[in-house]
């Protein structure tokens, strides 16, 4: 099938390599000149485990290209829309301009019978919206949401562990396109849920918000452990082992971060205001508050670990980006907390196998090094997310480099009893 996807950042880049590597047309297109030019020439724009090797396997079929121009998808029946929705700048509302500007650029450009496919995240109501709009062209709007999760990018797109199809007016044509686009993973019984527009949408943020929730509430109760000598992974462990509630998400630390979770929760939380049942949702500002907390949690402990002041103190930070294998730094715990601690006058080394670049346009202020530059000298040391490269440090090799082997682990994710065994001074988050 000929299709077109249009935003290549994190979702759609993976979308339409992923596609094409199984046999689709695609053209992918993008305001983003830089990006349509690396992608052509089959370098990731950003670090995503496996995208390098599907691009360059799926370019030199000949079935995938990059374009800048919109008349470039007048030769595709299916149109995925994947361009960002992020916080509003002056509120908690989503930023529906991308996607708006992207229909509008395409619409002069698809046929009757074509089906636009949402992909992008979006408040409840938007897609009806967007129909309306659609309609009149004889194309057919769908809504499919995405669940893949950065760092696993690749396998959740091939293999994703379900397919959710939001239609509405030519729902037949809609799902049967749909299930040609999915063939692949249908063949290999990927449940299939068919529904309306505003499920689709709601199962997207519902979805998220839970996860978020799942997240804060293993928080909360660091939070308890932490002023009654508890101990949150035991707990964790514990509970989770309850099938009905499951070990997964079920990690407390800094706190969740990225494009997404925060971002969509507070968006939910702003629709159902609009909707007149923000009271429904109100426990989602308790989730981004426990949440937050976390980080001021770090900044407080690496303070008082430090005497009452981090000025002119060396702090080393292992991780910058919002979680392993990412080199995605959108509200990123690990950078928050390391600007906020710089900010304090501390004397911070930050390092990331992937995200020094991103951090250093965002934050041009702070410094950035090697693990060994981090680690030399340092007072203390922060371990903010969990990449292999950091949970598999040696600890006497490190505590030959630092100044006093102090480390807080913002992730729990280390060896510990290695690290104490080690002659460090240890503490995790929720655990003494
Ligand atoms: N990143 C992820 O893991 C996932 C993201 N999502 C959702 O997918 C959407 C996209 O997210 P990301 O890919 O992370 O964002 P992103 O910021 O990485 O990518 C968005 C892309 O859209 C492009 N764009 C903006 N306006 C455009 C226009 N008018 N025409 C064409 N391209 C345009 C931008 O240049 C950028 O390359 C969001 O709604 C997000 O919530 C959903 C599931 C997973
Ligand atoms: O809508 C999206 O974009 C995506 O958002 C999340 O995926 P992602 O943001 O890639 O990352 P997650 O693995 O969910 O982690 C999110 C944050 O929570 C943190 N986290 C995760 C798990 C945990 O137990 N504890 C914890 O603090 C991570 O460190 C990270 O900062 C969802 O997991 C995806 O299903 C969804 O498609």
Request: charge should be negative.
């Amino acid at each position: 099938m000929k299709l077109s996807v249009i935003g290549c950042g994190y979702l759609g880049a993976v979308h339409a390599a992923a596609m094409a590597s199984i046999g689709h047309s695609v053209v992918g297109i993008d305001v983003d000149a830089d990006k349509i030019a690396l992608l052509n020439s089959g370098r990731a724009p950003f670090f995503e485990p496996g995208l390098t090797e599907l691009l360059s396997e799926a370019l030199a079929t000949g079935n995938l290209r990059f374009s800048t121009d919109f008349a470039d998808a007048a030769a595709a029946e299916v149109h995925f829309v994947a361009v960002g929705t992020p916080q509003s700048k002056d509120g908690l509302g989503a930023d529906l301009r991308y996607v708006n500007s992207a229909v509008d650029a395409l619409l002069p450009h698809v046929a009757p019978g074509d089906v636009i496919v949402g992909k992008s995240t979006v408040p409840v109501g938007t897609a009806e919206g967007l129909a309306e709009r659609i309609t009149p062209t004889g194309a057919i709007l769908a809504w499919n949401p995405e669940f893949l999760r950065e760092g696993f990018a690749v396998e959740d797109t091939l293999r994703p562990d379900r397919l959710v199809y939001g239609v509405g007016d030519g729902a037949e044509r809609a799902e049967s396109v749909l299930d040609g686009v999915y063939h692949v993973a249908l063949a290999a019984d990927t449940p299939k849920i068919v529904t309306g527009y505003a499920t689709a949408e709601l199962v997207k943020v519902s979805a998220n918000a839970f996860l978020a929730t799942k997240i804060s509430f293993i928080n909360a109760m660091a939070e308890i452990s932490e002023v009654t000598g508890a101990d949150v992974t035991a707990l964790a462990d514990a509970i989770g082992m309850d099938a009905r509630i499951g070990r997964r998400f079920l990690n407390a630390g800094v706190g969740f971060g990225g494009g997404c979770l925060p971002k969509d929760i507070r968006a939910f939380r702003a629709r159902a205001e609009e909707l007149g049942v923000g009271r429904s949702v109100a426990f989602l500002g308790e989730v981004d508050a426990i949440n937050l907390r976390r980080r001021d949690r770090v900044v407080d402990l690496t303070t008082a670990l430090l005497d009452g002041d981090v000025a002119g103190r060396k702090i080393a930070v292992l991780g910058i980006a919002f979680k392993p294998n990412s080199d995605d730094i959108r509200d990123s715990p690990a950078l928050d907390i390391a600007s906020r601690l710089a900010a304090l006058g501390a004397d911070v080394v930050a390092t990331d196998p992937e995200a020094i670049e991103n951090a250093r346009r965002m934050e041009p202020d702070l410094t950035f090094g090697t693990v060994e530059e981090a680690l030399t000298d340092a007072d203390i040391v922060l371990l903010l997310t969990e990449w292999k490269d950091f949970t598999g440090i040696d600890p006497v090799w490190a505590a030959s480099l630092v100044k006093t082997p102090l480390i807080i682990d913002g992730r729990n994710a280390l060896p510990h009893t290695q690290w104490i065994d080690a002659l460090w001074e240890y503490h995790g988050l929720g655990r003494r």
